[in-house]
């Protein structure tokens, strides 16, 4: 079995603020995501990166930048929070892109 | 595009009763429809899964039926528990786009 740890759980931020959100998992796996999930709007693709260095843009990638530093984190940026966006960040890791996704708990994020 | 639909938004039963849930999709090229259950304050996490060369899928309570001539899956929830409230999403890989979710469906079961 594995985990995937979130940090922070919680996060405040202010309008144009840089936030960053981490993400470690013990898996092992290759590939790594960042969902966005909003209420009513169900979970939304922003990067995903199948192997350690690499990044790809999924359909929500405009305002965040991601890294990947090693095989086992995989990090969030939000460039400029918007003012009052709530949202929750899920990060998952699966195998590859066919196999089952494993998520976190999420990082809940809210701007003043 | 919503490439994967879900009905109804939310959904209400006794315990005891089946909840059926529904999901329709697009795109011929998906083989593989995996069904997500979130519980508040946590992530997703599967539930159970089917793949498009069968017709039925069953673990335990949980069934899951798929047509593929009309592009359709239920999922059904028989002899529903409290502890099944959740959200539950319908989803299907795709190599460009990792997982694709559907909006979900929110079950309540009252006793």
């Known amino acids: 079995g594995g985990i995937i740890t979130q940090t922070p759980k919680f996060l405040i931020g202010q309008e144009g603020q840089k936030l960053t959100l981490k993400c470690q998992q013990n898996?092992?796996?290759?590939?790594m995501y960042w969902y966005r999930q909003d209420s009513g709007k169900g979970l939304r693709l922003i990067y995903y990166?199948?192997?350690?260095?690499?990044?790809q843009k999924g359909d929500l990638s405009e305002g965040y930048d991601a890294s990947r530093e090693k095989k086992s984190s995989f990090s969030l940026t939000v460039t400029s929070a918007q003012k009052n966006e709530m949202a929750v960040f899920l990060c998952?890791?699966?195998?590859?892109?066919?196999?089952?996704?494993?998520f976190g708990a999420g990082t809940r994020l809210s701007v003043l | 595009q919503q490439q994967v639909r879900q009905s109804p938004q939310s959904l209400t039963v006794w315990e005891g009763e089946t909840a059926i849930l529904n999901c329709s999709y697009e795109?011929?090229?998906?083989?593989?429809f995996p069904w997500y259950q979130q519980f508040p304050g946590e992530g997703p996490a599967l539930l159970i899964s089917i793949s498009s060369v069968s017709d039925k899928k069953e673990d335990g309570r949980f069934t899951i039926f798929f047509n593929k001539r009309e592009k359709k899956l239920s999922l059904h929830i028989t002899d529903s528990q409290p502890g099944d409230s959740a959200t539950y999403f319908c989803?299907?890989?795709?190599?460009?786009?990792?997982?694709?979710f559907g909006l979900g469906t929110r079950v309540s079961v009252f006793p």
């Open positions: 795109d011929s090229t998906f083989n593989y």
């Open positions: 998952a890791s699966s195998r590859d892109w066919e196999n089952t996704l494993y």
């Open positions: 990166s199948i192997t350690e260095n690499d990044l």
């Open positions: 989803a299907a890989p795709n190599y460009a786009q990792g997982l694709t």
């Open positions: 898996f092992n796996h290759d590939t």
